[in-house]
T-cell receptor, first 116, second 113 residues
Framework: DSGVTQTPKHLITATGQRVTLRCSPR?????VYWYQQSLDQGLQFLIQ???????AKGNILERFSAQQFPDLHSELNLSSLELGDSALYFC???????????????FGPGTRLTVL | DQQVKQNSPSLSVQEGRISILNCDYT??????FLWYKKYPAEGPTFLIS?????DKNEDGRFTVFLNKSAKHLSLHIVPSQPGDSAVYFC????????????FGTGTSLTVIP
């Protein structure tokens, strides 16, 4: 158990809909990262938040947005869903992420999104 | 543009033998590399890392080798055990991208008892 929790575990929805994925980082971790893993793909970095502020942006579509709340949990909002958005979405956390240092990231179990 | 590549989608090894998983990268600015292991229905878990100032890092049965000139790293598992059967991802990071990781597509390792 990494200490990172994600809800829901599975989500099935229809094209055009909007969903929200939730992530609670490990206690004390300030950085939250979101990744997308599509079929036969590696983990694609979407976005990072550090202590409530956006820190880095990867290949995140404009239809997707995220935020990190004062209690450090994060939500990833996916709107106008398309079939191609079906994927595993992972959240990870690390203690730091702002200063120049490296930290391993601790991953949650993921949310499997199926768009029909 | 896949900056980190794992060209072998799968690998089968006999129990007790050595498993060698390979990873190539294109960005010469990468200076920190990690290996993650993933079981089905779980998130990836950190296995071992290496900084670009080293060419080898060892942790028990796991050793990571880095060849900067070839932009290549490898993970050696000796001896391989059935519990090592999982998908292994390599990841890389560069100083100027903060803690952003670039992941490969993974290699599925099967250790045959």
């Amino acid at each position: 158990d990494s200490g990172v929790t994600q809800t829901p575990k599975h989500l099935i929805t229809a094209t055009g809909q909007r969903v929200t994925l939730r992530c609670s980082p490990r206690s004390g971790d300030l950085s939250v990262y979101w990744y997308q893993q599509s079929l036969d793909q590696g983990l694609q970095f979407l976005i990072q938040y550090y202590n409530g502020e956006e820190r880095a942006k990867g290949n995140i579509l404009e239809r997707f947005s995220a935020q990190q709340f004062p209690d450090l949990h994060s939500e990833l909002n996916l709107s106008s869903l398309e079939l191609g958005d079906s994927a595993l979405y992972f959240c990870a956390s690390s203690p730091r992420g702002r200063e120049v240092s490296y930290n391993e990231q601790f991953f949650g179990p993921g949310t499997r999104l199926t768009v029909l | 543009d896949q900056q980190v590549k794992q060209n072998s989608p799968s690998l089968s090894v006999q129990e007790g033998r050595i498993s060698i998983l390979n990873c190539d990268y294109t960005n010469s600015m990468f200076d920190y590399f990690l290996w993650y292991k993933k079981y089905p229905a779980e998130g990836p878990t950190f296995l071992i890392s290496i900084s670009s100032i080293k060419d080898k890092n060892e942790d028990g049965r796991f050793t990571v080798f880095l060849n900067k000139s070839a932009k290549h790293l490898s993970l050696h598992i000796v001896p391989s055990q059935p519990g090592d059967s999982a998908v292994y991802f390599c990841a890389a990071s560069a100083l100027d991208t903060g803690n952003q990781f670039y992941f490969g597509t993974g290699t599925s390792l099967t250790v045959i008892p």
